[in-house]
């Protein structure tokens, strides 16, 4: 599994899950809060199925000498 995610990708899907999470807790708490498990956990791998599917890639790559 290859990191196909930039940090500011990351960052971006961290905050976001962690606030869909919050809401099962705080706001309206409902359960569909809990799919901002996915973004939370990509961020947290760096590596997100759909990017490799689409072959799209926001991590920058280090150029071989």
């Known amino acids: 599994m290859t990191i196909n995610m930039g940090s500011a990708d990351r960052v971006i899907r961290g905050i976001v899950g962690v606030v869909l999470i919050a809401l099962v807790f705080v706001g309206p708490q409902t359960p569909w809060g809990w799919i ?30």
């Open 36 to 65: 901002g498990i996915i973004p939370l956990a990509t961020a947290l791998i760096g590596n997100c199925p759909a990017y490799s599917i689409f072959g799209i890639k926001t991590c920058k790559t280090k150029p071989k000498h």
